[in-house]
């Protein structure tokens, strides 16, 4: 099961500045950790306490997984995840 | 240093004004690699609050999608302070994601002097930098 993964400016150190990766899963949480075995360091940049960070905005062929099942989103073969930064402050 | 024109300026401020009391907040798109903010684009505050704005993901989506498909980046990152000075929260340096943006900051607490300022955010650093108003 493997998903295109796009990786934002801010994250590419993590990727050796790669924008677009392949990772595999059958949910979100498993993208991240597949993501994590490859890519060591952007796990902690996306989950924090078990739930995706407030200062990222993910998405799963488009729809903003918070909609869907967070990290239990499910992801099938041949989707599309793009991880933006969240554009937020006070 | 932060370059731009005039025009681009004026509708920062302009969209500050128009939500104050509550923060505006928006982008303007430049050709990648040009470091020229060229494409006025303002945004939902998905908060609709005056000490807090958030864009909304889907828009966000929608709008960074564009950008890409130009080969635009987002150049400038501006919001509003309502009722603080344009220096930006410990809010907005935690959220700061685009370390190759300028984050502008518009000032309306005053009702007729507007305040605006640009800063580089890059790994919770804020470093302040000049502003050169180009005329358009």
Known sequence: MAVTVSIPTILRTHTGGE?????????LAEVIDDLENNHGGLKARLVKEGTLHRFVNVYVNDEDVRFSGGLAAEVK????????????GG | MLVIRRDLVDAMVAHARRDHPDEACGVIAGPYGSDRPERFIEMENAERSPTFYRFD??????V??????????PVVIYHSHTATEAYPSRTDISFAGEPEAHYVLVSTRD???????????VDGVVTEEPVKIIES
Not at chain 2, 57 to 62: C, D, F, G, S, T
């Open chain 2, 64 to 73: 960074w999608r564009g950008m890409d498909a130009n080969d635009e980046v």
């Open chain 1, 77 to 88: 073969d041949g989707d599309n995840v793009t991880i933006l930064p969240a554009v937020a």
């Open chain 1, 19 to 27: 924008k677009s990766v392949s990772a595999a899963g059958t949910t």
């Open chain 2, 57 to 62: 993901a889907a828009e966000q989506l929608k």
């Open chain 2, 111 to 121: 009702p007729i002097e507007h305040e605006l300022r640009s800063y580089r955010i």
